[in-house]
């Protein structure tokens, strides 16, 4: 079955440092999404990737999707504290009507 | 606005007992999901939805089963409740189609002893 891997597992930082997590899929993805999941909390939808090579921006987020539409990445510049959290991919085979596949997810954890 | 609302948010069950984990959402979404998430696995699908009437099984569906009635609900239901399903477990819902993120429940923490 589709297999979407995750990397790096954890990630330690100074605030102010940047943070970048990696995913990657066993097979060619319609889209890509990405979710942040406070400590204690539920997953949120941040945002979906669709084309080949797309990058989207979201303040200090900058999300890509690979030409080939089996990587994806997500980088965060300058981290604050209240970047802290759990930060799934999540990919997708079909039009819609199939359930995503998660990644594992990377854990951010901040040293002020 | 309600989202997904997910009932109990607390349960101990001990080994056997049957349960209801339930899950409605008031955003007339088409698709309504249920994962499970324990420490270093993520989230794995258990069953999900396209429409009332129609479900479909996940990566790990063994020991729960679904029914969707209507479009607000998607109620899970653990036939006899082993210590292997401890975990956490989470609702989602969205538009069927793939420009739309999902929306989650805020989960039912389920302890089996």
């Known amino acids: 079955g589709q297999q979407v891997m995750q990397i790096p597992q954890y990630q330690h930082v100074q605030e102010g440092e940047d943070f970048t997590t990696y995913c990657n899929s066993s097979t060619t993805l319609s889209n890509i999404q990405w979710y942040k999941q406070r400590p204690g909390g539920h997953p949120v939808f941040l945002i979906q990737?669709?084309?080949?090579?797309e990058v989207k921006k979201q303040k200090r987020l900058t999300f890509q999707f690979g030409e080939a539409k089996k990587n994806s990445s997500l980088h965060i510049t300058a981290t604050q504290t209240t970047d802290v959290g759990t930060y799934f991919c999540?990919?997708?085979?079909?039009?819609?009507?199939?359930?995503?596949?998660f990644g594992k997810g990377t854990h951010l954890i901040i040293q002020p | 606005n309600a989202g997904v609302t997910q009932t109990p948010k607390f349960q101990v069950l001990k080994t056997g007992q049957s349960m209801t984990l339930q899950c409605a959402q008031d955003m007339n979404h088409e698709y309504m999901s249920w994962y499970r998430q324990d420490p270093g696995m993520g989230l794995r699908l258990i069953h999900y939805?396209?429409?009332?009437?129609?479900?479909d099984q996940g990566e790990v569906p063994n020991g729960y089963n679904v029914s969707r009635s209507t479009t607000e609900d998607f109620p899970l239901r653990l036939l006899s409740a082993a210590p292997s399903q401890t975990s956490v477990y989470f609702c989602a819902s969205s538009y069927v189609g793939r420009g739309y993120g999902y929306t989650f429940g805020s989960g039912t923490r389920l302890t089996v002893v």
């Open positions: 999540a990919g997708r085979r079909g039009g819609g009507a199939d359930g995503l596949t």
């Open positions: 990737l669709v084309k080949s090579g």
């Open positions: 939805s396209v429409g009332a009437g129609i479900t």
